[in-house]
């Protein structure tokens, strides 16, 4: 098989099983935590907070770029489909004149967030380039795709527009409005992973730097807020049209 098949081959499988690295990521985090010192941190609680804010900030840029792609995209595109790919137009305005894979950008700024909360630079190193190698993939399927679908519209797009790193100089303003019931509808349970990732790595560390499991009053209180917030937008997603839109995905 040639190289360009074969990239094209794991790309799609690996598109397939993109929902499960989450998972992945806090199996992995176990370990980092438990192997990683954090005196400094427990003895400074404001350089702690300060970190935790920073942390924050990253994966709310990563959901906030993602809400931008979302919330401004028209029907059948950057959907959260699993089995294949698919996409019944292009969207190249918006934040899709500045990145060509924004939503791929906002999850790696969700999720690094969650990493960066762990203190351990080579957990950040190595997921980032795990990333990285993970994704590269699954953009080449993902182009070739489109390059097929579309093609010269495709390419003389992608010519413009940089894969990953965004860039303002061709930017172009979309004719799309904002959905907010796009967001609500389509976003509620990446929100609540990422929550429920940064109190699952700080009951971690409580856990490991005491030697004992400690049960917080503001972790539980958090994850059942997470949890109630998911479960209602997912009930008037399924059971009502509240949220519904005839034009969005």
Known sequence: MALIHSLEKNGNILFKYRGQIPVV?????????????????????????????????????????????????????????????VADALNTKGIYSTVRHPLYLGNFFMWIGIVMYTYNIWFILVVSLLFWLYYERIM???????????????????????????????HEKTSIPFS?????????????????????????????????????????????IALLISLVLRSLKHYTKVLYESDRS
């Not at 992973?193 to 009951?203: L, P």
């Open 25 to 85: 990521l806090f199996l992995l985090s176990i370990p980092t935590v438990y192997f990683t010192d954090y005196q400094c941190f427990d003895d400074n609680s404001t350089l702690d907070l300060i970190l935790l804010i920073t942390c924050a900030i990253f994966s709310v840029a990563g959901q906030v770029i993602r809400a931008i792609a979302i919330g401004t995209s028209s029907k059948h595109t950057s959907g959260r489909n699993t089995k294949e790919q």
């Open 140 to 170: 080449f399927a993902e182009e070739r795709f489109l390059e097929k679908k579309f093609g010269d519209d495709y390419l003389n797009w992608s010519l413009k527009v940089p894969a990953f790193w965004p860039s303002f100089k061709n």
């Open 180 to 224: 907010m019931k796009t967001i609500l509808r389509r976003e509620y349970s990446g929100i609540s992973a990422t929550i429920i990732g940064f109190v699952f790595v700080a009951f971690l560390r409580d856990w490991f730097t005491s030697g004992e499991v400690q049960w917080k009053l503001e972790h539980g209180v958090v994850v059942i």
